[in-house]
């Protein structure tokens, strides 16, 4: 960090944590953020260096003085006046007190998440995987079937095709993590170091979306919450009948379905493990005469430390590393981990394999004549285009996100909404209806602080009140309005969300002002401009109604359709049994091809697909099926 940045952060940092109040020394916040951006891209890096600075510049141009000469409250003032210049200064302000509040959250609760990793036994040890740096591997590899992923879709593709008898390697640009970096490692290396971009990926649009999207082996199944719904059946008839995606026909769907439950011995949450947080949500829910009820999880042996995001330190959550792939590997597949795959090679219209880069950029060719694509509802359509093979007009196209809103709700008395599991329990009564789906979640302690209110000495008030918190999100079943573009080789994420959408999200906020209010809240945190708490359901009602939608904090974790399958070849890149239009030998076997949002978490939807497209692949090539 340059000495013009350093002072840059510094500067924010009093404003937004001042230390007068107990807030971190500017040098302490300083080292915090840096540690952060440090290990960001540095395409990202910049820009959040960038903002720094422009604070900075615009706090001088305010008082002609610099933030640090100012007196704590003046401070917080100035912060305020220039988020309220412009809807674009108010989104900038809020990006950098996220990062700062981030990487001084996760500092600051360090030692409470590492006791609590290391207080429980570890449920069961690291699997057996047959894992491979790229740097350790031939620079030419030949095999019958290259599946790129090692997440929800790539494990049990390569699970299906190497008991299937083919010779199956896996590549991952991510590396293998165990259970005892997980015990052991600073929380802030581990989300940056788990996540693509250091989970500071978003989707560009009003409002932005934040996009934090997993990179290791495993995928995001290793830094999700666990949660594992069925996709409604009226979602698989949709499938099916709308778009022609006879995989998706429930009776035959629900078989592999009932696999991938099995595979990830899923469970519902239980009481006593869950938390007080999940509970205040069934006890509010009841209150109300509402349907509601733990969250099937995938996670035998959960002890509810709430750190399923950054890396479970009881190896408790059970990822695909502890399961589908292990299973590959006993039947032959092997993987290269920190292998970005750059193209896929195509000669006379068919599939040769892929090519990969290693970190310092020397090339892997790793030759097959099947490749199978898991790489994610964002990297699976830039890999095609990069490849040649994206001149299908909706490739890319057609993204939903299933985005997530939340509100907060103090309490009297103690809440620890992260001592218990990260998302645990889920009111459904307005799922069918209005396409929300509420539930309890939280963050690891100090990583999600940004819900608090405020600058200064306020935002720090409401840092000490973090015990009282209790925090539900919910997720709108949305439309496919999305776009991943390439901007100079650079994956861009667009994502104007629809008009009935925000109608959606407006429904969830409002719904789930009640189960707080019911709860026994005593006031309730909206994160609105200008009304940031209320105390009562009808100033909230009035709140939502004055507010503008494009000011709301939105999230996603669960990107899909952006290469579509189903029969129509005009609206499908990806045909009915999940073979790319257009070419011979390449298939797609992940969230990119779900047609539309699937209205629940799609863990399950996403594995279950695969299980179908690798049946396609094997029957294909004349071998047995899985099933």
């Known amino acids: 960090m340059s000495r013009l940045t350093e002072r840059a952060t510094a500067s924010f940092g009093t404003a937004l944590l001042p230390e007068e109040h107990g807030g971190p020394s500017p040098e302490q916040f300083v ?3 840096d540690r952060y951006l440090n290990r960001m891209p540095a395409t990202s890096r910049l820009a959040v260096r960038t903002g720094l600075m422009s604070l900075a510049a615009a706090s001088y141009l ?13 401070r917080a003032q100035v912060l305020h006046r220039i988020a309220g210049l412009s809807p674009d200064a108010g989104a900038a302000v809020e990006g950098m007190k996220v990062i700062g509040l981030l990487a001084n959250g996760a500092d600051s609760y360090a030692t409470e998440l590492l006791s609590r990793a290391q207080r429980d036994a570890v449920a069961r040890p690291d699997a057996a995987l047959d ?5 350790e591997c031939a620079s030419v590899i030949t095999t019958d079937v290259v599946i790129v992923g090692s997440g929800a879709g790539g494990a049990m593709a390569a699970r299906t095709l190497a008991r299937a008898g083919l010779d199956a390697v896996v590549l991952e640009e991510g590396r293998r993590w165990t259970v005892e970096e997980f015990r052991t490692t600073h929380p802030m290396d581990r989300y940056a170091g788990l996540y693509r971009g250091a989970g500071a990926t978003v989707a560009l649009g009003r409002p932005t979306v934040v996009l934090p999207m997993g990179r290791a082996v495993g995928g995001t199944t290793v830094v999700n919450s666990g949660t594992c719904f069925r996709p409604p059946r009226d979602v698989q008839q949709r499938w099916r009948d709308q778009f022609g995606l006879a ?6 769907f629900g078989a592999y379905l009932d696999e991938v439950e099995h595979t990830l011995q899923v469970a519902p949450a239980r009481r006593d493990v869950m938390g007080r947080n999940g509970n205040l949500l069934l006890e509010a829910a009841d209150s109300l005469g509402w349907q509601a009820a733990p969250i099937p999880r995938n996670a035998p042996g959960c002890a509810g430390c709430c750190q399923c995001a950054i890396g479970c330190p009881h190896n408790a959550k059970y990822g695909v590393h502890l399961n589908a792939l292990p299973q590959a590997c006993a039947a032959g597949a092997r993987i290269i981990s920190q292998a970005r795959v750059e193209r896929v090679l195509v000669q006379d219209g068919r599939a040769r394999g892929v090519r990969a880069r290693r970190p310092d950029g020397t090339a892997i060719d790793i030759l097959a ?9 964002t990297e699976t359509p830039m890999l095609l285009r990069r490849s040649g093979l994206g001149r299908h007009p909706r490739l890319g196209h057609n993204l939903a996100l299933h985005p997530a809103t939340m509100l907060a709700g103090r309490f009297d008395d103690d809440v620890y909404a992260w001592r218990g599991i990260l998302q645990s329990a889920a009111v459904h009564e307005f799922h069918e209806s209005d396409g929300v789906l509420i539930e309890a979640t939280s963050t690891p302690p100090g990583m999600g602080s940004m819900v608090f209110p405020g600058y200064g000495a306020e935002l720090l008030r409401w840092l000490d009140r973090a015990p009282q918190v209790a925090t539900f999100g919910a997720m709108v079943a949305d439309e496919g309005v999305g776009s991943v573009l390439s901007v100079r080789g650079e994956t861009l994420v667009r994502y104007d969300i629809a008009q009935g959408d925000i109608a959606k999200l407006r429904v969830a906020l409002e719904t789930i002002g009640k189960l707080l209010f019911a709860a026994g809240a005593v006031e309730v945190l909206t994160g609105l401009p200008g009304a940031m708490t209320v105390r009562s359901m009808p100033e909230l009602r009035e709140v939502l109604a004055r507010s503008n939608p494009r000011s709301l904090h939105l999230a996603a974790f669960h990107p899909t359709g952006t290469a579509a399958a189903g029969s129509d070849a005009q609206v499908c890149p990806v045909d009915a049994t999940g073979r790319l239009r257009g070419v011979d030998g390449v298939w797609v076997a992940d969230a990119s091809v779900l047609p539309s949002c699937p209205e629940v978490n799609p863990q399950l939807s ?9 049946d396609e692949v094997a029957g294909s090539l004349n071998q047995p099926s899985s099933l």
């Open 62 to 74: 305010t008082t002609g003085r610099s933030m640090a000469r100012l007196d704590p409250a003046r």
């Open 247 to 252: 995989l998706a026909d429930p009776d035959r």
């Open 131 to 135: 894992v491979t740096p790229s740097t």
């Open 369 to 377: 004549a099947t490749v199978v694509i898991a790489a994610g509802a």
């Open 31 to 33: 080292a915090r953020v």
């Open 606 to 614: 996403i594995m279950a697909v695969a299980l179908a497209v690798a």
